[in-house]
C-alpha cells in the first residue's frame, strides 16, 4: 500500500526525522516529527506530499495534537495555513514560538473538503 511522502521543515530544525504511523493515508493520519538542531519559528514543520494529486484542493486540514510534547505546545503553536494546501499536499507550519530541539512531537491531521 502506497502512503503519502513526509519532509521535515527547517520549523523541525536541521537534521529532523519525518515519518507517518501505519494506516495513515492521504485524507487522515498521524504525523510523527522528531526536531533536530536548532528549529526554527514561524516556518515550515513537515510537508505531506498526497500520493496522488486531487481534482481539487481540500478546504482545510484539521490538526490535533495526539503526544505530550504536541499538547503541551497547545493548538497555537502549529497549524495548517490555508496557502499551505493544495492538490499535491500541505505543510505544518510553527508559530512564532520555535519547537524544542530533540523532541518527538505527533499530530493527527483529517483533510476536509
Given at each position: 500500500?502506497?502512503v503519502?511522502?513526509?519532509?521535515?521543515?527547517?520549523?523541525?530544525?536541521?537534521?529532523?526525522?519525518?515519518?507517518?504511523?501505519?494506516?495513515?493515508?492521504?485524507?487522515?493520519?498521524?504525523?510523527?516529527?522528531?526536531?533536530?538542531?536548532?528549529?526554527?519559528?514561524?516556518?515550515?514543520?513537515?510537508?505531506?506530499?498526497?500520493?496522488?494529486?486531487?481534482?481539487?484542493?481540500?478546504?482545510?486540514?484539521?490538526?490535533?495534537?495526539v503526544?505530550?510534547?504536541?499538547?503541551?505546545?497547545?493548538?497555537?503553536?502549529?497549524?495548517?495555513?490555508?496557502?499551505?494546501?493544495?492538490?499535491?499536499?500541505?505543510?505544518?507550519?510553527?508559530?512564532?514560538?520555535?519547537?524544542?530541539?530533540?523532541?518527538?512531537?505527533?499530530?493527527?491531521?483529517?483533510?476536509?473538503?
Amino acid at each position: 500500500m502506497s502512503v503519502p511522502g513526509i519532509t521535515p521543515g527547517p520549523g523541525a530544525g536541521v537534521g529532523a526525522a519525518a515519518d507517518l504511523t501505519v494506516g495513515s493515508r492521504d485524507d487522515a493520519g498521524i504525523l510523527e516529527v522528531t526536531t533536530a538542531g536548532a528549529p526554527l519559528a514561524s516556518s515550515a514543520i513537515v510537508s505531506l506530499a498526497f500520493i496522488e494529486a486531487y481534482e481539487s484542493a481540500p478546504i482545510s486540514v484539521a490538526i490535533s495534537p495526539v503526544n505530550e510534547a504536541a499538547a503541551q505546545l497547545g493548538q497555537a503553536s502549529a497549524y495548517v495555513q490555508a496557502s499551505g494546501i493544495s492538490v499535491l499536499g500541505f505543510t505544518l507550519t510553527s508559530t512564532g514560538i520555535p519547537l524544542a530541539p530533540g523532541l518527538e512531537y505527533q499530530w493527527a491531521y483529517t483533510l476536509k473538503f
